[in-house]
């Protein structure tokens, strides 16, 4: 087996036979390259599974060896000679250059160490590793690290890799303590309230713009997103508002049944939906759907520096991009609630006819005596307040996508998150409002 | 060109995020009419000087002239304007995709004339004619070739005829036949129209067939170390670096023998 010489091709599958193995064809080889070097690795092979791996004997000039691999050390004079041989190669472990060189024989009266590689078979990146190791244990300890002794090939890919100075960059490591984690996290957390209600003011500046002629809109594009945010999301809001509806109701009917007030479970149905479910459950659906629509959108296309090209030209990506959407989910929304909240009574109502033996007028009377329409006006306010909730925080998130291709998936993440904990938010709020002005 | 007033003029400029700093100390004019490049390898703050220049990203310190008016201290108005008077080419054209070629040339006519929308058509047609998409007008970005998209993207930058054109990469993902053209287009609108035209390139063949003047950004130095014609440049160069980058020298053992310029030619002279 004969070192690694220039004549090894490039990139190609080798088929030589190893010491222990016979008639070794595996098509899986994959010999390796630096791009652009003119400059091999060994070969790689895959590993003999006989391979007893590593042993350590203390005793004898063979300080560390496996059936691959082999380090022996001699010493003249001042110097140690450390004899690399055999195969060297990933699969087998890794031997540490400071262990089984110095370690034993310690580096007192050593002020060199050069290398003799004559029966050195084939070897890959295990052997760099050990080499480097070795440098950087010669560097620390200032003994002399005869590089020529190496051959050519090794010495220049080892070169190679200390060709840039490890860059340093004032980036933190991870081991801040807790309180400092806290900290950061608190303040980017405000930060990014900051950043909403900012944006929040410059949607509202724009949008006032639009109605004085200051600034223009382009319909076609509210309309298409009105398109999209009404009849596209009519399916999955009537599933999701007539399961809702009948989960209640079920709960209700186990409640009241018990004391024998089933004739209630129409007003516990019509009182949650209008209240608050559809709005609720709709605000989630369209937090999903169409928050997470628009920040993929506007994301993407300030990836594409779309967005940038707009600002060149002098025209607001706020004006032009954001109002449109929001807008369309604010004025869509309170419809979306007011279908939600009878699809959700339709499903109540479904579960006492089949379930409770209630009639349809029985189920209507029950339902229209304690409800009020102040019940059914804020569900529809609530809407609202969520349509401009989903839309603004999916324009935002998109608007601070990053520059790279997961930004999107973040941006899309990050915008059903901020809507929806806005959602949850708003609601407590509006439900804490109407409390204390008894609505 | 020597004596004509400088349209753009870069004094002092430095370039940052956050507390990391990209370039300092960048001084440079572009004069009427030229054509001039800036070049410097990857993560050299090529891009990021544009983004100074057009307007998209505030200097962390000196200033940027057009015409003798300070961009960056101006109004929001005054630089509404300047900005109107530059036209840009993004790298990957950046055309709005949900928009035909028309609507994307027409937007900037729209919004920035009064035109009627029948005059704005004809003028989008003869745009989209100059650069040689005529009858593309419905076309939506997604349709078409990359070649054509940075085409179709140039069209709209020149849609207002502006005095500045800059071009981001004009060269990068086009094969050598179109990204040769769309270096033909660039002379021919600088002579033609006698647009001044900044081209920000790290393209070699691009920039020695259109630059007149080109600047080199050092990525070590972290400024300009070069400026000047770039055949002049690559005769005489000034430093290593830009040696290496105008010849393609690897930096590995091969710049020693075979190129013009030595390490110790530079101790002697």
């Avoid at chain 1, 190669?89 to 590689?117: K, N, Y």
């Avoid at chain 1, 760099?128 to 890919?157: D, H, K, M, V």
């Avoid at chain 2, 300070?70 to 530059?86: G, P, S, V, Y």
């Avoid at chain 2, 035909?100 to 004809?122: D, F, G, M, S, W």
């Amino acid at each position: 087996m004969s070192p690694l010489t220039s004549t090894t091709p490039f990139i190609g599958v080798d088929t030589v036979e190893t010491a222990n193995q016979t008639n070794h064809t595996d098509p899986a080889c994959t010999p390796c390259s630096i791009a652009g070097q003119d400059i091999s690795f060994g070969v790689l092979r895959w590993p003999e599974f006989d391979n007893p791996g590593r042993s350590i004997k203390k005793a004898g000039g063979s300080l560390w060896q496996s059936s691959a691999m082999r380090v022996e050390t001699r010493r003249n004079d001042h110097t140690l000679i450390v004899e690399l041989s055999g195969e060297w190669r990933m699969q087998s472990p890794l031997p540490r250059f400071d262990e089984t060189v110095i370690g034993p024989t310690g580096t007192e009266d050593i002020r060199a160490v050069s290398f003799d590689t004559s029966d050195l078979g084939e070897w890959d990146s295990s052997l760099l590793a050990f080499l480097i190791q070795g440098r950087q244990f010669c560097e620390e300890r200032g003994l002399e690290y005869r590089e020529e002794t190496l051959p050519g090939n090794i010495s220049r890919l080892i070169a190679l890799s200390r060709e840039v100075p490890e860059r340093v960059t004032d980036r933190k490591d991870g081991n801040t303590s807790f309180v400092t984690r806290f900290g950061e996290k608190a303040i980017a957390a405000y930060e990014h309230f900051l950043d909403l209600a900012r944006f929040t003011g410059e949607f509202a500046q724009s949008f006032f713009a639009l109605f004085t002629g200051r600034a223009r809109m382009r319909w076609r594009d509210f309309w298409l997103i009105v398109q999209s945010n009404s009849s596209g999301s009519l399916p999955i809001v009537t599933l999701i508002a007539f399961l809702v509806g009948v989960i209640v109701a079920f709960l209700g009917a186990v409640v009241l049944l018990r004391f024998g007030a089933e004739y209630y479970v129409s007003y516990l149905v019509s009182y949650g939906m209008l209240r608050e479910l559809g709005a609720l459950m709709t605000a989630i659906i369209m937090a999903g759907r169409t928050g997470a629509a628009f920040a993929a959108e506007l994301g993407s296309m300030k990836i594409t520096e779309e967005i940038d090209a707009l600002k060149t030209l002098g025209i607001s990506p706020i004006s032009f991009l954001v109002v449109p959407r929001v807008m369309a989910v604010f004025l869509m929304m309170p419809l979306l609630t007011v279908y939600a909240d009878m699809i959700g009574i339709i499903g109540g109502l479904v579960v006492n006819i089949t379930f409770l033996d209630i009639s349809v007028p029985r189920f209507f009377v029950g339902l229209l005596e304690p409800v009020t329409l102040s019940d059914a006006l804020l569900g529809v306010f609530k809407g609202a307040v969520f349509g401009l909730t989903v839309g603004l925080s999916g324009c935002l998130r998109g608007l601070q996508t990053g520059t790279d291709a997961g930004a999107v998936g973040q941006a899309a993440t990050s915008a059903v998150v901020t809507g929806i904990t806005l959602i949850i938010l708003t609601n407590a709020l509006i439900d804490w409002g109407a409390a204390l002005i008894g609505v | 060109m020597e004596g004509v007033e400088p349209t753009i003029e870069v004094k002092n400029l430095t370039m940052a995020y956050d507390s990391f700093v990209v370039m300092r100390d960048l001084n440079f004019q572009v004069r009427k009419g030229e054509i001039f490049a800036i070049m410097g390898g990857s993560g050299s703050g090529k891009s990021t000087l544009l983004k100074h220049l057009i307007g998209l990203k505030k200097p962390a310190g000196g200033e940027i002239f057009y015409d003798q008016t300070n961009f960056w201290e101006a109004d929001e108005k005054t630089r509404k304007q300047l900005q109107r008077r530059m036209g840009v080419l993004y790298q990957g054209g950046a055309l709005w995709s949900e928009m035909t070629l028309a609507e994307n040339v027409a937007l900037p006519l729209e919004e920035y004339t009064t035109l009627k929308p029948a005059e704005i058509r004809e003028i989008v047609s003869l745009k989209l004619a100059l650069v040689g998409l005529r009858g593309f007008e419905e076309f939506y970005p997604a349709e078409i070739s990359g070649g054509m998209r940075k085409r179709a993207a140039l069209a709209r930058a020149m849609a207002l005829d502006p005095d500045i054109l800059y071009f981001d990469e004009p060269s990068s993902g086009l094969d050598p036949i179109s990204a040769s053209r769309l270096d033909d287009l660039i002379l021919q609108i600088r002579d033609g129209l006698g647009t001044t035209i900044v081209v920000v390139s790290h393209d070699l063949e691009s920039i020695f067939t259109v630059a007149d003047r080109a600047i080199f950004l050092d990525i070590g130095e972290k400024t300009i170390t070069a400026i000047g014609n770039p055949d002049d440049l690559r005769k005489n160069p000034p430093n290593e670096e830009v040696h290496r980058f105008l010849t393609r020298r690897n930096v590995i053992e091969r710049g020693s023998n075979g190129s013009g310029y030595q390490k110790n030619k530079v101790k002697g002279s």
